[in-house]
């Protein structure tokens, strides 16, 4: 019985690694697509919803990081081939202060910010299926610069769009409290 087992489990190692030739097929691995050598076609997804993940709080003399994440909450899934290989130029951001008496954004008050582009610039598919997301992390570099009073807080308001000329998506607007960093009490 021992001797029949052996050869039954023996004959199935061999013959799992036994294939046609037809069956075979070379890996292929994308480069990706240079920026400019593409016309990407207009991409309608009213199920993607690009938000802020958290809250919209960072502290003054930090990193400034803010998470956003690209969510498909559709049943379908979404292609995008236009996607940044280098995740946080699938998004720009606009500010602006928030002064007291406002109540909201004014329309012509916007500041882009504006980030060196990693060379050279490539584009991969992005594919988000059903009830997944992508994520990307963008720093506000003018948050490390800032210092605010203890106490105190500095706000403004900010935008989030994505960077792509195949699908025209962005946050709704967004409130962003810069506030002192807590002080470390010592032992």
């Known amino acids: 019985m021992k001797t029949s087992l052996a050869a039954f489990i023996a004959a199935a190692v061999i013959g799992a690694g036994c294939g046609s030739a037809d069956e075979e097929r070379p890996m292929k691995i994308g480069l990706g697509v240079p920026d400019g050598y593409v016309q990407y076609e207009k991409i309608t997804a009213p199920d993607l919803y690009l938000d802020l993940v958290g809250k919209p ?25 236009e996607w940044f290989r280098n995740e946080p130029e699938n998004l720009k951001l606009r500010v602006q202060p928030f002064l007291p008496g406002m109540t909201g954004p004014d329309p012509e008050a916007w500041i882009e910010l504006e980030e060196p582009v990693q060379k050279p610039v490539i584009h991969y598919p992005l594919t988000l299926m059903p009830d997944n997301q992508a994520m ?3 720093h506000l570099e003018f948050v490390g610069k800032m210092r605010v009073t203890p106490g105190m807080e500095r706000r403004f308001f900010l ?20 506030i002192p960093k807590p002080i470390k009490e010592k032992k």
């Open 136 to 138: 990307i992390v963008k």
């Open 57 to 81: 709080v960072l502290y003054a003399g930090g990193d400034g990081a803010l998470i956003f994440s690209l969510r498909n909450a559709g049943a379908k899934e979404v292609v995008i081939k």
């Open 159 to 178: 935008q989030a769009r994505l960077n792509l000329k195949s699908l025209d998506l962005a946050t709704e607007t967004i409130v962003l409290r810069i």
